[in-house]
Nanobody
Framework: QVQLVESGGGEVQAGGSLRLSCAAS????????TGWFRQAPGKAREFVGV????????VYADSVKGRFTVSRDNAKNMVYLQMNSLKPEDTAVYYC??????????WGQGTQVTVSS
């Protein structure tokens, strides 16, 4: 069983930065893609970004492109979401998820990010 735990959320003023972390137990991030998603109150969950383990390539939602960066630390078995120039509309619960193939199979419990204006 794979367990994912996000951390690093909190409250920050608009224009500020936060770094979220995703730790895995039960397996490593080797060979899988790890995505970040978010869900704001009353809204559907949306894709934020993803990193592939094999090449380290990343893809981002247009709404965060240029502001957010997904990265990994192989040695620590961690995946990160660096969020800069935060906006109030970035307020949401952020989740990391692991894909073993064509869908996201495992999800973390989420961490709250609140951006005040």
């Amino acid at each position: 069983q794979v367990q994912l735990v996000e951390s690093g959320g909190g409250e920050v003023q608009a224009g500020g930065s936060l770094r979220l972390s995703c730790a895995a137990s039960g397996r490593t991030f080797s060979g899988v893609s790890t995505g970040w998603f978010r869900q704001a109150p009353g809204k559907a969950r949306e894709f934020v970004g993803v990193i592939t383990w094999s090449s380290g390539s990343t893809v981002y939602a247009d709404s965060v492109k240029g502001r957010f960066t997904v990265s990994r630390d192989n040695a620590k078995n961690m995946v990160y979401l660096q969020m800069n120039s935060l906006k109030p509309e970035d307020t949401a619960v952020y989740y990391c998820a692991v894909s073993l193939g064509t869908k996201y199979d495992y999800w973390g419990q989420g961490t709250q990010v609140t951006v005040s204006s």
